[in-house]
């Protein structure tokens, strides 16, 4: 497609309740990123693919937290048995593997999660 | 942990006037870039400026680096109303330099 897509673009659920989002980057990016962003507050680096290699999982919250990627292509972040400080917009991004090293993003819309 | 960390937190100005955004970063880097957010959604990318560069310009937008501070400085020249905006930089993290990490970002108003 022409950009990053993000679904769904808002989700409320439950406390306790698993929740998946789904991004699809755009065709031929070989990295795709996951971000958090509370409400006023800066992103907060969840996840990172880049092509087949293992991916870096350091920002992952906690074990409640997953995310796949098959290829290059469509990527899933499943939160499961949602807590309330969980709620923020959840922000895609992809790009290019820069051969020298630069790597500039580009975002979806994000998914907002409002845990009840 | 955060690799960049802006200053100020927020910002407000008059249309017609210069904003100023520091950004500074924890280690050494390769690039760093500068995204704006509207509306709490999707980032879009401004400018990019890489380590052996000291300033970029791209329309109203000029972008210094100083490497031996691990800083760097976002000004918008002759401010507009649809300026206003959350400005965010970002230096990459991890080896290879591909792990992005945004700061918390300047919230821009620029009134009429």
């Known amino acids: 497609g022409a950009g990053v897509s993000q679904s769904p673009s808002n989700k409320v659920t439950e406390k306790g309740k698993d929740v998946e989002l789904r991004c699809d980057p755009i065709s031929g990016h070989t990295a795709l990123y996951w971000y958090r962003q509370r409400l006023g507050q800066g992103l907060e680096f969840l996840i990172y693919?880049?092509?087949?290699?293992?991916?870096?999982k350091s920002g992952l919250p906690s074990d409640r937290f997953s995310a796949e990627r098959t290829g290059e292509s469509v990527s899933t972040l499943t939160i499961q048995r949602t807590q309330q400080e969980d709620s923020a917009v959840y922000l895609c991004a992809s790009s290019t593997q820069s051969t020298t090293g630069a790597n500039v993003l580009t975002f979806g819309a994000g998914s907002r999660l409002t845990v009840l | 942990s955060q690799q960049g960390e802006e200053d100020p937190q927020a910002l407000s100005i008059q249309e017609g006037e210069n904003a100023t955004m520091n950004c500074s970063y924890k280690t050494s880097i390769n690039n760093l870039q500068w995204y704006r957010q509207n509306s709490g959604r999707g980032l879009v990318h401004l400018i990019l400026i890489r380590s052996n560069e000291r300033e970029k310009h791209s329309g109203r937008l000029r972008v210094t680096l100083d490497t031996s501070k691990k800083s760097s400085s976002l000004l918008i020249t002759a401010s507009r109303a649809a300026d206003t905006a959350s400005y965010f930089c970002?230096?990459?993290?991890?080896?290879?330099?591909?792990?992005?990490?945004f700061g918390a970002g300047t919230r821009l108003a620029v009134h009429p």
């Open positions: 970002a230096a990459p993290s991890g080896g290879g330099y591909n792990k992005l990490i």
């Open positions: 693919f880049q092509g087949n290699s293992a991916p870096d």
